[in-house]
């Protein structure tokens, strides 16, 4: 009789631990029906932790969808929203442990909001300081889309984020007073590189590579020490030789690619000038004269 007392005791503290845990549940749905977020914030987080309740697909669910509804209410204009974060991270969890069930589409859904959510405050961040934000957001971006498409490349975005944040960089280095501004053209050269490795025919990188060889020729130009000995100053002139013929076959791809565009003439001008093939250079500027005076005349 003390045997049969004894397990129904814990039959009855067993099942009683099931509908707490349940009603942990239940009550952080409930409580996000009735949009009371703190309070089902504070459940569900009691709920995943639970033996009975951290494996249920579930419950990582509805902590993700909890999550995002504190991000969308308080944390929408925060860059680096931490309630964001968790969301994710909740998704992923019950998407793993659904494994293409009843929630698994949902949950892809809800990961792709989020998604574009990070994208859109990556995009607004390019600027010289915030883009450590931006950096971290789209890497952010791609890593949840790569969980939700694995096998979807987005070439035309990754190349949108480059050239822009080559241009970042660029704005930093033309306002540099660190001394940094070597090395800030160094990864915009490296950016344009590796939009040019995807796409061999980007109009905006081969034209912005053209420019960064021919400002650097320019800039030793003007900032030359003609006090120096011949030979140092012959040195320094194949130098800069050099770095014109190296923006010279970026900016005639460039050219090739739109022949009507202003800018590109200009540079073809002024880098066959600086090469001394005055010919060339003149017939680039007739050119552009030529394109100026169908577009006066339009």
């Known amino acids: 009789m003390k045997k049969l007392f004894y397990i129904l005791a814990f039959l009855l503290l067993w099942s009683s631990n099931v509908v707490h845990a349940q009603n942990k549940l239940s009550n952080a749905i409930y409580a996000l029906q009735n949009k009371e977020l703190v309070k089902a914030q504070e459940l569900i987080d009691a709920a995943i932790v639970d033996p009975l309740f951290q494996d249920d697909s579930r419950t990582w669910y509805y902590r993700g969808v909890i999550y995002k509804e504190i991000y969308k209410e308080s944390e929408s204009d925060n860059k680096l929203s931490p309630s964001r974060i968790v969301a994710v991270e909740s998704f992923k969890k019950a998407y793993e442990i659904d494994k293409g069930g009843e929630i698994s589409e949902s949950t892809l859904k809800n990961l792709k909001f989020l998604a574009t959510t990070i994208y859109n405050h990556a995009a607004i961040s390019f600027n010289p300081q915030d883009y450590k934000i931006a950096i971290s957001n789209y890497e952010f971006y791609k890593d949840i889309m790569a969980f939700v498409e694995p096998d979807v490349v987005d070439q035309e975005r990754d190349i949108m984020y480059k050239l822009t944040l080559a241009t970042t960089y660029t704005q930093m280095a033309s306002i540099d007073t660190t001394g940094s501004s070597k090395e800030l053209l160094d990864k915009v050269r490296a950016l344009y590189q590796e939009v040019l490795e995807i796409d061999s025919?980007?109009?905006?990188a081969n034209y912005n590579m053209g420019i960064l060889y021919y400002n650097e020729g320019v800039d030793i130009v003007n900032n030359m020490d003609y006090s120096?000995?011949?030979?140092?100053?012959n040195n320094i002139q194949?130098?800069?030789l050099a770095l014109f013929k190296k923006s010279l076959p970026y900016m005639k791809k460039a050219y090739d690619l739109d022949p009507k565009r202003e800018e590109?003439?200009?540079g073809l001008q002024g880098i066959y000038y600086s090469l001394n093939d005055l010919a060339k250079s003149e017939a680039y500027k007739q050119e552009l004269e030529i394109l100026k005076g169908n577009e006066?005349?339009?």
């Open 238 to 240: 194949d130098q800069i």
């Open 201 to 204: 025919n980007n109009i905006s």
């Open 228 to 233: 120096l000995d011949l030979e140092e100053l």
């Open 296 to 298: 006066e005349g339009e």
């Open 264 to 266: 590109t003439l200009i």
